[in-house]
């Protein structure tokens, strides 16, 4: 049951210009929200996270958007840089059990 | 402050053979996590402690999977015997409680079944 979903597996844009990861769940439980970044051979790292409190986190470059009503949410990098290239997931949680969901994945390539 | 370590990072077996993964969490993160991460998926809970106590075990093919995390740090997967399926990325996480939603991940072990 893939109830987190990344419905694009790749994106590519240029190095100064915005990028928008997307993500959607179908779980109303999920109240946490977090995006991971991986490079390969590596674990995946914290990157940013939201509370379905809120509706915007930003940190540096990076910004969340949660829609709770459209149960969606999005990162945007700007502006994105060449060493932003990686794989992107979307994770969802309920804090009544922190059983954590990931999507399949987003790799973004920023082109220099 | 070191990482989540884990070994080894690769493994190729024979279907059929066993296979046992090892993790060490940081230091003092009462709460360790398993992963399977098939290609082209992302993560896939199996199993979470908290300190030496299954917390949430429900996605832990039991038949032949099975994980122990004895004095409350470092943990162990074993796979028992393994199917051609379970080729994947076991990723191992921790955290400092189960009220901590950020996990820190390892590197890995890449497991090749053939």
């Known amino acids: 049951d893939q109830q987190v979903k990344q419905n694009s597996p790749s994106l590519s844009v240029q190095e100064g210009r915005i990028s928008i990861l997307n993500c959607d769940y179908t779980?109303?439980?999920?109240?946490?929200f977090l995006w991971y970044k991986k490079y390969p051979a590596e674990g995946p790292t914290f990157l940013i996270s939201i509370s379905s409190i809120k509706d915007k986190n930003e940190d540096g470059r990076f910004t969340v958007f949660l829609n709770k009503s459209a149960k969606h949410l999005s990162l945007h990098i700007v502006p994105s840089q060449p060493g932003d290239s990686a794989v992107y997931f979307c994770a969802a949680t309920a804090s009544a059990n922190n059983d954590m969901r990931f999507g399949a994945g987003t790799r973004l390539t920023v082109k220099p | 402050e070191a990482g989540v370590a884990q070994s080894p990072r690769y493994k190729i077996i024979e279907k059929r053979q066993s296979v046992a993964f090892w993790c060490n969490p940081i230091s003092g993160h009462a709460t360790l996590y398993w992963y399977q991460q098939i290609l082209g998926q992302g993560p896939k809970l199996l199993i979470q402690f908290q300190n030496n106590g299954v917390v949430d075990d429900s996605q832990l093919p039991k038949d032949r999977f099975s994980a122990e995390r004895l004095k409350g740090v470092d943990s162990t997967l074993k796979i028992q015997p393994a199917k051609l399926e379970d080729s994947a990325v076991y990723l191992c996480?921790?955290?400092?409680?189960?009220?901590?939603?950020?996990?820190?991940f390892g590197p890995g072990t890449r497991l090749t079944v053939t």
């Open positions: 779980n109303s439980m999920f109240d946490y």
């Open positions: 996480a921790s955290s400092t409680d189960r009220q901590s939603y950020e996990q820190y």
